[in-house]
């Protein structure tokens, strides 16, 4: 029997503001790669027959066994092709646990149905999904951030986890869960990207930067590594204030 799982806040409309923090011309390159990053390129389907091709997927791991250091993508990272299919006015929250909704993937294509009514007569936005029947391995080479199409927020990777969980093990595991389990992470990945971004405006090389940031979030202040204070909230917000004070430091005026 299954679960009901949350869903994203009011109406159509507004689920792509919900689900997404970068899409197409939005993205910042230097990011590294996290959950709910979208990518275009050539992959393999070994549970589908046919060629290799060109195809949308999403990552579907946790960010921290992505990267082998903190920086760098490891081969091997697990995946769902992505497909388009119709229009949604109601988020599926009690039904079709095998897919995730990814309401308004590439903005100009939902933009011509924006505003359509279903059916039954509410607001319907177009929507592509992740395919949890269609899941693929991914080298670090797929992973390049120049295939990138998408990045998830925090709340949209917590629902697609919650729901490939939900898949997988049947538990109805709380959404504020998945959110707790991946906040510290998504922070993490939030100082590497503008600690990158401020080295290369300043001239430096975005992978050295990388690792400087690393270096400094893996240093004990005292009271444990930086690192592991982003996983409390309590200190995550002071990590990320000094980790930008930090790079500016760094950074500012070197050419």
């Known amino acids: 029997m299954g679960a009901k799982l949350d869903t994203p806040p009011g109406a159509a409309s507004g689920w792509a503001r919900t689900i997404w923090r970068y899409r197409t011309d939005e993205i910042v390159k230097h990011r590294p790669v996290t959950a709910g990053d979208v990518f275009k390129t ?26 082998i250091d903190g920086v760098n993508v490891r081969d091997g990272v697990l995946a769902a092709v992505v497909k388009r299919d119709g229009a949604l006015s109601e988020w599926p929250a009690d039904r079709i646990y095998n897919k995730m909704p990814l309401p308004e993937l590439i903005p100009d294509s939902a933009a011509k149905s ?48 919650q729901r490939f969980a939900h ?65 409390d909230p309590a200190t995550r917000k002071r990590i990320v204030r000094e980790a930008a004070l930090e790079a500016e430091h760094r950074y500012n005026g070197a050419g």
């Open 42 to 67: 050539t992959v393999n389907v070994p549970t589908k027959q046919g060629p290799d091709a060109e195809r949308v997927f999403i990552v579907l791991q946790h960010p921290c066994s992505i990267r």
């Open 167 to 231: 898949l997988l093990t049947r538990a109805a595991v709380a959404k504020h869960i998945f959110v707790e389990s991946v906040a510290g992470a998504d922070a993490e990945v939030e100082v590497l990207e503008d600690w990158i971004g401020r080295a290369i405006d300043a001239g430096a090389k975005g992978t050295d930067a990388a690792h400087d940031c690393m270096r400094w979030l893996r240093e004990d202040e005292g009271g444990g590594m930086r690192q592991a204070q982003l996983e």
């Open 114 to 161: 924006a505003g359509a009514p279903s059916e039954s007569g509410p607001v319907a936005v177009k929507c592509w999904w992740a395919d949890f029947d269609s899941l693929v391995i991914v080298s670090a080479e797929q992973l390049d951030p120049e295939n990138r199409i998408a990045v998830m927020d925090l709340d949209g990777i917590a629902l697609l986890l």
